[in-house]
């Protein structure tokens, strides 16, 4: 094992939700340990392919197993699919001279537990949400260190450090940054604001209803940036752009930190990320949860709206009415957005990046302070 130059390992991706902390992870590994060699892992599909190179990090990739829903020729393929893709796995450990391998879930992350585990090269998982999914209630055992982003997590051996983000995020202060971050998105700098972001796939309700109320955020003098998600621009029946005084549309916002500098409210779904880090910034928001699923949008925001740092709303409950009756009311309330902002902030931890560098250095039996 080499301590001095720690070979990391970090296996994640598919979605922003994995390849966004596995980032944060690599970035605090290299500050607290320079020499350290970062190898990212994921597929050849996933926004990782696009995400890790960006960021400056080697890509390896394994070929993508998921488990099929239900009986079919997929599912007595599957032994051997991932049979071949533990093996995949387990040359890019011996490639990298692994000392320790970093998983944060998704398709990729089983196979390399087990290919660890097969190498004695030890496993340190982060699980993103509040209900943990396959690949890391598997690998919790086989794990010499356990860290979940909810407090109440339910996996062996957890310890609570929150959600791995970007410093810009984890450091922002909102009101200092406002003027700025409105100017760069072509927000008016003073109008009482509303940014509607589904992620970065979108959301397809949430774009039809945000469509529907525009005349009343208009009226009540509300501006509007709705992040639609790529290819999912709103148009009118003409196929123009659609238009609304105070609305502006874009797909894709590259720096989510403007995003909550600039807003007054935040209207989102409730990934893990999302609610962790407008409790880390102290945003007011309302959390729309995927209405399929194993639940765990609801559960990652509970928390957060318990304390009152959150409005949440079913998906079937999110209509033009209730922007109308609730959401417009409240953007109109500058008091409870205040007590909104403080209570979201008083959840937020903002240095897990940091503390899941320690655990990770702590594996390599190098312990970085």
Known sequence: MNTSEPSVVLAGGGTAGHVSPLLAIAGAVVEAAPAA?????????????????????????IGRVPLPRRPSLDLLKLPFKFAAAVRQAAGIIDGAKADVVVGVGGYVSTPMYIAAKLRRVPIVIHEANARPGLANRVGARLAERVAVAFKDTQLPGARWVGMPMRREIATLDRQSSRSAARRRLGLAP?????????????????????AAALPELAAAGIQVLHITGRNKALRDAEGQLLTAPGYHQVEYVDGMQDVYAAADLLLARAGAATVCEVAAVGLPSVLVPLPHGN???????????????AVLVRDGDFSARWVTDELVPLLKNPARLQQMSAAAHGLGIRDADARMAQLVLEATGEEHR
């Open 37 to 61: 060699r970062i190898l990212a892992v994921g597929t050849a599909a996933g926004m990782e392919t696009r995400l890790v190179p960006a960021a400056g990090y080697e890509l390896a990739t």
């Open 190 to 210: 003073e109008e009482p604001t509303l940014i509607v972001t589904g992620g970065s796939s979108g959301a397809l309700s949430i774009n039809r209803t945000i």
């Open 295 to 309: 639940g765990e949008q609801a559960l990652n925001a509970a928390s957060l709206v318990e304390a009152g740092g």
